[in-house]
């Protein structure tokens, strides 16, 4: 049910889904000077990107958003995306099937939040910062 985005197979990351597995998380570490820390790729499953430390230029698509500690993109399927960085950084990739989140494909959850996300065009990425609340002095 994804829009089949004509995308060059070369780029395509190879998923090796067996035994029921649905979630990966990948977790890297760069060294300073490194450049592409994330190389160019799409894929057909689902991502939730979260740096932890450092810098990065983070490319998807015709976009370019420049991420800080604590600040995540959500990638949809299809999307062809890669980070850069000349400075150490640190960061988690969280890749899942939709299935993960919600199994029934008929149900309402499903039709209203997952499928949207495959078909959406107009907005490719999602992106979120997460800023902690100060602690107040008394």
Request: charged fraction near 20%; glycine fraction near 4%.
């Amino acid at each position: 049910e994804a829009a089949n985005k004509s995308r060059p197979d070369h780029l395509k990351e190879p998923t090796i889904w067996n035994g029921g597995y649905t979630l990966f998380i990948h977790y890297t570490e760069t060294e300073p000077h490194q450049g592409k820390v994330l190389y160019k790729h799409w894929h057909s499953e689902l991502e939730f990107f979260i740096l932890i430390s450092g810098s990065i230029e983070f490319h998807a698509e015709d976009s370019v958003y420049n991420l800080l500690p604590t600040d995540a993109v959500f990638i949809p399927p299809y999307c062809l995306h890669e980070a850069i960085s000349d400075a150490p950084c640190s960061f988690y990739a969280i890749v899942f099937q939709p299935g993960f989140l919600i199994e029934d494909t008929s149900s309402y959850l499903y039709r209203k939040y997952i499928r949207p996300i495959y078909s959406n065009t107009d907005k490719l990425i999602h992106r979120f910062h997460y800023q902690a609340e100060s602690e107040s002095s008394w």
